[in-house]
């Protein structure tokens, strides 16, 4: 396989944006770990959250094909222009599927038994919109469920830092997929393509991301109030959050979308990155404090 080829699958797929997904994950290892994992569970958890982020997106250009085609935005993405093939796309599918499934065995029973319910939702959350008006809901259920999943494949059970955390990284994403949709907003309402955008205008549909990040926040607060290992490190690093998010929001406004790339692909990046760091340094001056 050349390195044009595999730079074709990188575009299929966005690796960029594993950057929003792996590095909550990883604190939500870093959080939920009661002691330090095993090199194989830590092994296994991020090939699980790697593959079944690749599952997903590779769900998503497969059955989202016909509109990637004709969307002036998406039909210059190699699916489209019939650069990946759909056969392509069917085999990463079905890698990525084995490989997320095997991490689940490798990890505990009860992992395995609730690996189809991610499955499920990953290959639901394209075929969303067109069925119902909050698609963007449906992706922050996935988000929901890592950190659940975390404290499933760690602990065998869900606890509240992890519905918490869950709820957290949920609307975070709701609510920046909200802003994304944006992009979309006249091809969707010309091809009957539903968001909540399409539904409430963007007006309104800018009023609940706001609503949702503020949850986040919340959430996030939340999370620091019952985590154990809390510093005013972890506060600190809440209101930088906090200064992105506001200004994310400015960033986009009804009359002007022509920054949505910018509040989507970099400050939500910064903001997952800086997180992991955060939960990093905090839990690093926890241990630094106990020691002295």
Same mark, same amino acid.
């Given at each position: ?29 870093? !959080? ?6 095993s090199?194989?569970? =830590?092994?296994?958890i !991020? /090939? ?8 997903g ?25 019939g ?7 069917? %085999?990463?599918?079905?890698?990525? =599927? ?9 990890i ?6 609730l690996?189809? /319910?991610v ?9 969303a919109?067109r ?5 963007h809901l449906v ?22 830092l992890?519905?918490? %955390? ?11 997929d ?11 309402q ?5 968001? =909540?955008?399409?539904? /409430? ?13 503020? =949850?986040?926040l919340?959430f ?9 290992k ?20 400015r ?13 989507f692909f970099?400050?939500?990046?910064? !903001?997952?990155? %800086? ?11 926890y241990?630094?404090? %106990?020691?002295?």
């Amino acid at each position: 396989m050349g390195l044009k080829k595999l730079k074709l699958y990188s575009e299929l797929l966005k690796l960029e944006h594993t950057i929003f997904a792996l590095p909550f994950g990883l604190s939500s290892l870093w !959080i939920l770990s009661k002691e330090l994992p095993s090199v194989k569970s =830590l092994f296994f958890i !991020i /090939l699980a959250l790697i593959s079944g982020r690749t599952l997903g997106m590779a769900f998503n250009r497969l059955l989202d094909k016909p509109w990637d085609e004709i969307n002036p935005r998406t039909k210059i993405w190699p699916h489209a222009q019939g650069l990946v093939k759909n056969w392509e796309i069917k %085999l990463i599918i079905f890698l990525s =599927l084995f490989f997320f499934l095997f991490s689940c065995s490798q990890i505990n029973k009860l992992t395995l038994i609730l690996s189809p /319910l991610v499955v499920l939702l990953l290959w639901f959350y394209p075929l969303a919109k067109r069925i119902i008006d909050y698609p963007h809901l449906v992706l922050g259920l996935v988000y929901f469920l890592i950190p659940v999943a975390v404290d499933i494949a760690l602990n065998e059970e869900v606890s509240l830092l992890a519905v918490f %955390l869950g709820i957290a990284m949920g609307t975070w994403v709701a609510g920046f997929d909200i802003l994304y949709s944006l992009q979309d907003y006249e091809f969707d309402q010309k091809v009957g393509l539903k968001s =909540l955008p399409v539904k /409430l205008g963007i007006s309104k549909a800018l009023k609940i991301a706001r609503f949702l990040h503020l =949850l986040t926040l919340i959430f996030l607060l939340l999370l620091g109030k019952f985590y154990p290992k809390t510093t005013w490190i972890y506060y600190l690093g809440l209101l930088v959050i906090s200064l992105f998010l506001i200004y994310e929001h400015r960033l986009i406004k009804e009359n002007d979308l022509s920054k949505i790339n910018k509040a989507f692909f970099t400050v939500n990046g910064f !903001i997952s990155l %800086l997180f992991f760091l955060l939960i990093v340094f905090n839990n690093w001056f926890y241990s630094f404090k %106990l020691s002295l």
